[in-house]
């Protein structure tokens, strides 16, 4: 029986950065014996390339169409339903520790009068989680935090001043006792100024403990949701150099694409991260943090698992391992993220399935593709509660879990950006802000990217893995563009634009309206 | 200066059932001198064939896609942005009079805890109009009425019951004095069991000058939305008898017509008030009466109009008197409404626009292609207050109101419908509840209605301006459905799916983030 899910989250980290995913540097031990205990999902897809759409949809199991926070920072509707909202009314607690990203919707609040400091109000601008340990970090040089807990923490153990989350937890100390800002990533190679204990996994893992051991044996879902590995580059001793400049790969690129003359790539690719990404000093540099901060997730993981080994919830929590995108650390010459190259759009998902029925697949690879808006019907799925198809736009993996076969696998995952926010990308394009569109359609063997009054792109997956010849406008390619830019607009049309009413309910209604003795045209 | 609006609606009320729309017989003095002092638009059109999905279009400025109350009884979301949310914060009053068809999102509610009893949560269930008089009518047989105002008025005049709205308002007597229940056609043509002056349209029209009284000096959106002429057919004296079978037109409808194919077509005529219209007795003895309905309609808008000229109200409201769609009354062997013939989808709109800009268009007439969504934005300009191009999918009717030449007339009109309700129809299509989208695209040109899983319909309106031949599976007209399709496609790209974000906000963004310190990739 599952009675509880354990949904954990890295931020950033890409689907090929882990040793069971085959990287042939980097230590994930208590990853790798996740995957040997569930499933590893291969082909697993985030449905926008940027946290804040990427979460959203992973949170409410709907695209970024349906559910409208089409990137960082744009508030979540009060009116979508998310995974808290579909758990509560079943007693099961939900709740966050660590990031989100979930951007308030205060308008809409402001205009239903909610009282967001607490309650049903206050639900609704976390995205339905409640915020045990709600922490998004990012707090910039310079900027004065307050009731935060995790700065309150580093305070209390003598990590003081205005941000300690710059100053200590993400810078480091130069030669001559300078801050050296985690924000410059030259500084990646040195340690942070807090010891391990003190960064943010480790203490974001305590306080899952916490709310677990709280929790005792009423059911719940956690949501742990690390903001490492993404930047600022800095890790504690003795991550900081437990990898170096040899264990970086190649970057994933090619001179030819350079000439790429799609206008949105290259606007990317003039962004001050893809500039500093393209240079090899930067790679050798940041890289190996990158990877440090992967292993201490994962050394913290292994002392969460243990402590669910020693009261007995292993058997009864599903867990989740996945990541919110990619980063570009170089590869196609771009840092960062925003588009939608698999690098980005592909993100490790490892679900352990406790019940005798998952017995078959433990330890097994999946190949179907899955999207990250089937975590929410696979939750509710696991739990035993009522499915809500007018919400959901994903479907739950216990099937692929238990070994069944599908009745109907899925021949595409979508992903969806818009490039309004950055100006090096919109103002050369002359789209207005509200034209900026992008929508990825991915099958097995094609990747179609639809621009808004622009070009598309399109790469053969088969012959090209690496994605490094666009075919957006080789004409000997028309068809297969055509029959890519069908099946984007079925797929546009079948969003779930209705969700205010049942499926069940519209089934009813010739009955109920004869039984409530409406008689429409009867002579 | 615009300082109110009033915003009148009839229901069901078809484009050329009025004097200066070119009916000849129908007597509408009252509305033909209002479109002598104004604009009558002749190509306007609803966003839905049915009430509720037409009228949340009309009510939030937006595509039914996109408010997502597809049908009759979808509850409005809670999420969506209504006329009365975008006037109120600058202090105009905005209430309504009749029916709005609005269904309330409980299951949103709920899931805010928002207390719908008062403020902003009751306005939220109210789809954003004050109820100063909220009343959809349409009580059946045997409904206990308690707590309805109109019910209530009409109990103090003696006209008693359970159900007074059914058993004197719209019911007639027989000449055994049995009850004649309007809900059976073959009454249309008996008196209503009240006094004229007791029936709804008088009712409704002097709630609307008592709260035009009330209010005074402060502006005001007043939506005075009679419930006539819509179904049960009942006119109270005189207007019962003032029309009578020479007065009705010929059904617009071909022989040729009954053998189209088209399975949802099909379906809608085997509905019961197909099959009842498609009968001349039945013609003959209801279209008298909706014609006498209409014409009670106009009395009362004389009515008010003086009232307002008394006080010199006239010199500062914007007047717009429109339908929420049309009543086939037999045309195309249809009754009701639901599908997308003109007969339908095609509504009277006139706007009175009391500022000398607009002198040069009274009495005029404009034939540019406009939609019911043009109301709000319309509203919003003419009160001086800011648009919301997040939200607002219609465009301002200002320009030519003004007589000026748009720079970008509109090209194409779009109407949206699920026939998931219908059994008749749902059953045999084999279709699942969620895929019975309908959707037209109408250019001056031709209408193509695209049907999820179905063959979609071709209508050439200058070769065709009757509707009576479905080129949908003519192969001559293939290139005019791809294009007419890839129109769908744009469109459907281009709803506004994302408005929890202002579009300044949006351009803002990359100053704000380098504002806040943010260095995202430097080195």
């Known amino acids: 029986m599952v009675r509880n899910v354990l949904f954990i989250m890295a931020d950033q980290l890409r689907w090929d950065y882990l040793g069971c995913a085959g990287h042939p540097r980097l230590r994930t031990p208590n990853i790798d014996a996740l995957a040997a205990r569930g499933v590893r999902f291969t082909q697993a897809f985030v449905q926008g390339p940027v946290c804040g759409a990427s979460r959203m949809s992973t949170y409410t199991g709907r695209y970024v169409s349906s559910h409208g926070s089409m990137w960082n920072f744009v508030p979540l509707s009060v009116g979508q339903k998310t995974l808290g909202a579909h758990l509560r009314p079943h007693g099961v607690r939900c709740a966050v520790v660590g990031k989100t990203h979930v951007e308030a919707d205060l308008e809409g609040a402001r205009r239903l009068a909610l009282n967001t400091a607490k309650g049903e109000g206050l639900l609704a601008m976390e995205g339905g989680f409640e915020p045990f340990e709600r922490d998004d970090g990012i707090w910039p040089p310079g900027f004065k935090v307050e009731g935060n807990r995790y700065c309150d923490y580093l305070r209390a153990r003598g990590h003081g001043g205005d941000n300690p989350w710059h100053e200590h937890a993400n810078s480091a100390l130069g030669d001559d006792g300078e801050l050296l800002s985690g924000w410059e990533m030259r500084w990646a190679g040195r340690p942070a100024r807090v010891p391990a204990q003190d960064s943010e996994t480790p203490y974001m893992t305590r306080r899952a403990m916490d709310f677990i051991a709280e929790q005792g044996e009423r059911p719940w879902v956690l949501h742990l949701s690390y903001i490492k590995p993404h930047w600022p580059y800095v890790a504690p001793a003795p991550y900081h150099a437990m990898y170096g400049a040899d264990d970086v790969l190649p970057a994933q690129r090619s001179e030819a694409e350079r000439e790429d003359e799609h206008p949105v790539v290259q606007g990317f690719r003039q962004t001050e991260p893809s500039r500093s990404f393209s240079r090899e000093e930067v790679r050798s540099t940041v890289i190996p943090t990158y990877m440090g901060l992967i292993t201490q997730i994962d050394d913290e993981l292994g002392r969460l698992f243990d402590f669910l080994r020693e009261r007995g919830l292993d058997r009864e929590t599903l867990i989740v391992f996945t990541s919110d995108h990619g980063d570009y650390l170089g ?80 021949e595409a995952v979508f992903s969806e950006n818009s490039y309004a926010f950055r100006d090096e990308v919109r103002l050369p394009s002359g789209q207005p802000v509200d034209a900026c569109q992008m929508t990825m359609v991915r099958t097995r063997r094609w990747k179609y990217i639809d621009y808004q009054g622009l070009p598309p792109q399109l790469f053969d997956l088969a012959q090209d893995p690496g994605e490094l010849e666009d075919l957006g406008r080789s004409e000997a390619h028309a068809g297969v563009r055509a029959e890519m830019a069908a099946r984007l607009f079925a797929w546009l049309r079948a969003r779930k634009r209705f969700p205010t009413i049942r499926h069940e309910d519209i089934e009813q209604w010739n009955r109920r309206e004869v039984k409530a003795g409406i008689q429409i045209g009867h002579w």
């Open 331 to 410: 590869d196609h010459w771009l840092g960062e993220k925003e588009l939608f190259h698999d690098t980005i759009v592909k993100v490790p998902l490892i679900v352990v399935d406790p019940r005798a029925e998952a017995d078959a697949t433990r330890g097994t690879v999946c190949d179907e593709l899955v999207e990250s808006i089937d975590l929410v019907p696979t939750f509710l799925d696991a739990l035993g509660l009522p499915g809500a198809p007018e919400w959901l736009e994903g479907r739950s993996l216990q099937p692929l879990l238990h070994g069944q076969a599908e009745a109907a696998p899925r």
